[in-house]
């Protein structure tokens, strides 16, 4: 801000009326009776307006603000003061003009300089509001001389009025409750349809939500208060949100419709229209940044008028097919229609009343919103009652399904009854011949796995167990020995004393390989004829060569009696211990205890061989 006092000559400021302030002027004035226009809109600096002759200046008419986008648009206005000092208030209540450049005369000498607008930051103005001010202190018999240059982009309405502190306080105060009001009136809207829309999955609600939204924005932007508190610092974004939001607006005002009038479901090419506006909306506001402003603006006005043309008559047409809501949906269009074709005739300047321009288009939306919530709420509640009775029907379906069940359950526990008794019957019958094919099982499986002469385990149980060792070697790393026994001199046996000895004897040897063995893991096979098979999980070699050893020596202590006759045994052991390392080391493992017991048998029988492995 400049402070200068620079004397100029100026033959035009002398000729204009002045407003004349005294103590008993009203706290109100509308100064657009006292506010002159130029008509050039070529001259850009201070001296050269001041310079021009009064014939070019003339009085302001209100159809003089009917305009878009103006360069250099120069008023003038003098006030005059009394006999007593006042002080007083210069508003300007057009939020979204963008440059006005005021200067300030007094006595014909400029004393300050301002720059207003939404280019600058919410902070640079001299009074924080949403609106513009400038305060003045008029003393006694002082000429306050102002000139003020428009540069915008938008409207050119210029509502100017002069006002005290404290009945533009009350104003500011009535103005921001009516705002307060109808904005918090929309968000409670939008926040209970977002609510309603998330516990229903209704896209119908969802598309409310966001136009009520939408509306709200605009509402926050057209009164200056989303550049107050919501973006300040950001005059980018003050510049560009009302043309970006409008067309965010008519989308969702078309996506909303198609489901109100529940065009899918009658009219397929009335969808089409719809989406494909939409879809063009939703283009228009991501392109609209980089359009003139008001090319850009006139454009999206024109789009607006037309579609809720469209949208009425889409409304129209959907009353006389039946829809219950589609009546309710005309009259809120129609009602938008009106507050914005009043809004177009007083921005055109073809009516003329002392309201604002964008009064009637905010009622006709506030009006069209609340319409909107009735037809969701009416909807709804067809809805809630279409559902209940669907909800009825099926639960008098549900009870003739139940009733019909019941009597099925009985005669099916009836007939369950009989075959239960039967069952039972045929039950007992099958448990005792499964407990008897049990037993008989359990005795082959025994048999099958069992030598029938000694009662240690047979080669077969043998060898399916030397499989399962070696995998449990090869898995563990740990070594598994076996033993192979043969009884020394045991044809002699026979032939002195008859087989029936030789049983005898074989029986009484296999019983004592068993005594010896410890572990429930360890097992006695009969291999063959005389021999045994013995395998000894996780052993040691010296833990197999004293196992063996133990064998050897119980056998020869073993006193054999048969028909009056005593005689002794003996037998050879041949051992090998190994780790197993793969599917057919078992088989080798076998291999070298029978190499260790034949080496047992040429060294004299009645010994304990082990098997080593010899490098060539």
Request: net charge neutral.
């Amino acid at each position: 801000m400049n402070v200068m006092s620079i004397a100029y000559a100026s033959q035009t400021a002398n000729e204009m009326e002045p407003l004349n302030l005294n103590v008993e002027s009203t706290a109100k004035i509308n100064l657009q009776d006292w506010v002159y226009i130029h008509d050039s809109q070529h001259i850009n600096k201070l001296s050269d307006i001041r310079s021009q002759p009064f014939s070019d200046w003339h009085k302001f008419k209100r159809s003089n603000s009917h305009k878009l986008g103006i360069k250099n648009y120069w008023v003038s206005f003098k006030i005059n003061g009394g006999t007593t000092p006042l002080t007083r208030i210069i508003a300007i209540d057009n939020p979204l003009i963008d440059h006005i450049e005021l200067y300030h005369f007094i006595n014909d000498s400029l004393v300050n300089t301002h720059s207003l607008g939404d280019i600058y930051p919410f902070n640079a103005r001299p009074i924080r509001s949403n609106i513009f001010l400038y305060p003045i202190h008029v003393a006694a018999n002082e000429q306050h001389t102002f000139y003020i240059k428009i540069n915008t982009k938008g409207n050119m309405d210029l509502p100017l009025t002069l006002w005290s502190s404290n009945d533009l306080t009350q104003m500011t105060e009535k103005t921001n409750l009516l705002h307060g009001f109808q904005i918090g009136l929309l968000f409670a809207i939008s926040i209970f349809s977002l609510f309603i829309a998330l516990a229903s999955g209704s896209f119908s609600y969802s598309y409310y939500c966001g136009y009520v939204l939408s509306i709200a924005l605009l509402i926050v932007t057209v009164h200056g208060v989303g550049f107050q508190f919501i973006w300040p610092n950001s005059p980018y974004i003050q510049q560009h949100i009302l043309t970006i939001n409008l067309p965010i607006i008519l989308a969702f005002s078309l996506m909303f419709t198609e489901k109100a009038l529940q065009l899918k479901y009658s009219s397929i090419n009335m969808l089409r229209v719809c989406r494909a506006l939409a879809t063009a909306s939703i283009i228009l506001s991501f392109i609209m940044p980089f359009i003139d402003y008001s090319i850009g603006l006139y454009l999206i006005i024109t789009a607006i008028m037309l579609v809720l043309i469209l949208l009425a008559v889409f409304s129209l047409i959907r009353a006389f097919n039946g829809l219950k809501n589609a009546m309710l949906y005309f009259i809120g269009r129609v009602g938008l229609l009106i507050g914005g074709g009043v809004s177009g005739l007083l921005y055109f300047g073809f009516i003329d009343y002392d309201i604002k321009l964008q009064t009637p288009i905010m009622f006709g939306l506030i009006f069209e919103v609340i319409t909107m919530a009735a037809v969701l709420a009416i909807r709804y509640n067809d809805e809630r009652k279409e559902k209940q009775r669907i909800q009825q029907k099926a639960l008098e379906q549900a009870q003739r399904i139940r009733e019909s069940r019941e009597d099925v359950l009985r005669l099916e526990e009836q007939t369950n009854e009989k075959l239960e008794h039967m069952v039972q019957e045929r039950t007992l019958e099958l448990e005792v011949t499964l407990r008897e094919l049990n037993e008989v099982n359990q005795k082959l499986t025994e048999q099958n796995n069992t030598d029938q002469l000694t009662g240690v385990k047979n080669r077969h149980a043998f060898d399916r167990r030397l499989a399962a060792e070696g995998r449990i070697s090869r898995r563990q790393q740990t070594p598994v020995g076996i033993l192979m026994v043969d009884i020394d001199k045991f044809k002699p046996i026979n032939d002195k004393y008859g087989h029936l000895a030789g049983d005898n004897t074989i029986q009484l040897i296999a019983k004592t390989l068993s005594e010896q063995l410890k572990r429930p893991t360890d097992l006695v096979s009969r291999f063959g004829g005389e021999e045994f098979a013995i395998i000894l999980p996780n052993t040691t070699p010296d833990g197999a060569m004293l196992v063996a050893e133990m064998m050897r020596k119980a056998v020869s202590d073993l006193v054999i009696q048969w028909q009056g006759h005593t005689f002794y045994s003996t037998i050879s052991i041949g051992v090998s211990v190994t780790v197993i390392e793969n599917d057919q080391h078992p088989i080798q493992l076998l291999d070298n205890a029978d190499q260790a017991l034949y080496e047992a048998k040429r060294n004299g029988r009645n010994k304990v061989c082990y098997f080593e492995q010899t490098t060539e």
